[in-house]
């Protein structure tokens, strides 16, 4: 093992990571039968992770898995792996931090609590020149086949969208519609548009409820801005004033366009997507504009 080696809890240990071996027929690899949540730190304190437990339980209680750890329980193991790994993060640099159940052997439970580095310097563009975005052919896994309220390992719905998406353009990322051809989500990111100063973003149903979206809205809340949860469809995108997506890593990104045209026209981040980044970054305490730009 090496010393600058990240430890990660599995099944009652904890272990360095090449020492955290998975035996392969267990279901999260055969099936994607795995539950998962993800938060990260800003400047090493981790973020809203009460918030992120919930939605872990939630996805937990859907897939009808039951580990046995309390919320309390897992709060610890995450704190104690953060704990573990930190004096290992280099300065201004920040980790994802995610807890995982997958069905195991059908038996037991494999249980893991893991951190990774946040990729700031393979993101740090989308901050100066925005978002571009593509909508991908496929739809969003509708709710009746799969909810995508419950956060699991099978990611291959996003994944086909991010295959086609990035042989069109390697630096795109996927926005899906749903299956009445409204917008949903893209990979690991919720999406939000602005027209006349009032925010849309779709509504709870069909998409996963990022953590960070919620502490989108709640800023626009406390600024006063006027916000709906509602359907979006394309027409809606092309002709907005703004558009931005919320993610745990990428807190408010602008989105510079989508299937090729450009959003907006007053450069960006738009008025308010920058009103919004700047009151983010007041909240976790850390300017993280300018944690991905340094990175230029
Ligand atoms: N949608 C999907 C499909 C996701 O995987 C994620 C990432 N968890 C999000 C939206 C954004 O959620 P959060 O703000 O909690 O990262």
């Known amino acids: ?39 990260r730190t800003f400047g090493g304190e981790i973020f809203r992770l009460d918030e992120h437990l919930d939605r872990f339980l939630n996805s937990l209680k859907y897939m009808r898995m039951e580990p046995n750890l309390s919320k309390n329980e897992w709060q610890d193991l995450t704190m104690k792996i953060l704990e573990l790994n930190l004096p290992l993060l280099d300065k201004n640099d920040d980790y994802w931090v995610s807890q995982r159940v997958s069905r195991g052997d059908g038996k037991n439970y494999t249980v893991i609590v893991e951190s990774l580095p946040l990729p700031f310097e393979q993101r740090a563009k ?135 045209a450009e959003i907006g026209s007053t450069g960006l981040p738009g008025p308010i997507t920058d009103r919004l980044q700047k009151a983010y970054s007041g909240m976790v305490g850390i300017d993280f504009v300018e944690q991905y730009l340094s990175r230029l």
């Open 1 to 39: 093992m090496s010393k600058q080696e990240r430890f990660t809890y599995l099944n009652g240990e904890i272990l360095p990571e090449s020492e955290a071996k998975i035996p392969f027929r267990d279901r999260g690899f055969m099936l994607g039968d795995a539950v998962f949540d993800t938060t």
């Open 126 to 260: 989308y901050y100066k020149d925005g978002l571009p975005t593509i909508v991908p052919s496929i739809r969003r896994t509708p709710p009746d086949s799969m909810s995508p309220r419950a956060k699991v390992h099978n990611y291959i719905n996003l994944v086909q969208a991010e295959l086609e998406v990035q042989s069109r353009d390697p630096d795109a990322w996927p926005i899906l519609l749903d299956s009445n051809g409204n917008i949903s989500e893209g990979p690991g990111a919720n999406i939000f548009i602005i027209k006349n100063g009032v925010i849309t973003t779709p509504k709870e149903q069909k998409i996963l409820a990022g953590i960070s979206r919620q502490a989108a809205i709640d800023l626009a809340q406390e600024l006063s801005i006027e916000l709906h949860e509602e359907d979006i469809d394309l027409f809606d995108v092309y002709t907005a004033d703004e558009a931005f997506i919320t993610s745990t890593s990428f807190c408010i990104v602008p989105v510079s366009s989508i299937n090729g």
